[in-house]
């Protein structure tokens, strides 16, 4: 049976909708919980799609004490890229995918070299006509949560942006890359809140992490269908033969 390979680098991150499609798609699910040290399946093949979840980490982690794991990742990404096969990267994923495409990956600043945030339920901007994007609407929210940003990879395919992300979301080959988290519902919007306060507060200030949970529940609802349907486009896009 074709498997969805899901690389979990830290507890509160797992494949969320995006496993659930991946399993009404006829994909067995294995979740890997890659910070714990546990390993992905050796024999993972072009008939397996990986996923690469997000987590407080960065590029910039690969080889320190503690994380060891994120370079073997980004070998595993180089190798698929190499060899076309699926793959699929959120947040931090995402960031690892581009970093094994060649491309650079940096903390976000301002004009003034101060960090930016981008934490919370808004829009990104879709652009161009790839068919991951069709029947879907030119802006759609969803959720945000990092502080570093990528480079869109040479050969890749810009999907979606904002202003102070541009590269939002990419597809390279069979691999897509998404900065944002559609795979999130709003209960555990609220658990990363609260796990997360630190990082919500220096984004959104003092009262981030209660006006982030008063709003989840009611946009994770909101953006469901839209969110959903992406993701089963992406699927598509990815596990074609």
Known sequence: MRRAVCIVNVAREGAGLLGDLAEDAGLSLIQVESWKGERWPEDLGVDDLLLVMGGPMGVA?????????????????????????PCIGVCLGMQLLA??????VA??????GHPVREVGWGPVELVGTSPILAGLPRSMDVLHWHGDACALPEGAQLLASTSVCPVQMFSLGRSVGMQFHPEVDGATACIWAAE??????????????????????????????????????????????
């Open 61 to 85: 982690d690969i080889g320190r004490p503690g994380f060891e794991w994120l370079g073997e990742v980004a070998e595993l990404l180089r190798f698929r890229l190499s060899a076309d096969q």
């Open 99 to 104: 970093h094994a495409a060649g491309a650079a």
């Open 107 to 112: 903390p976000m600043r301002d004009a003034a």
């Open 196 to 241: 997360d306060a630190a990082f919500v507060r220096g984004a959104n200030g003092d009262d981030g992490v209660q006006a982030l949970q008063s709003a989840s529940p009611a946009a994770a609802a909101r953006t469901l269908a839209t969110r959903r349907r992406m993701l089963a486009g992406i699927l598509r896009s990815v596990l074609r033969p």
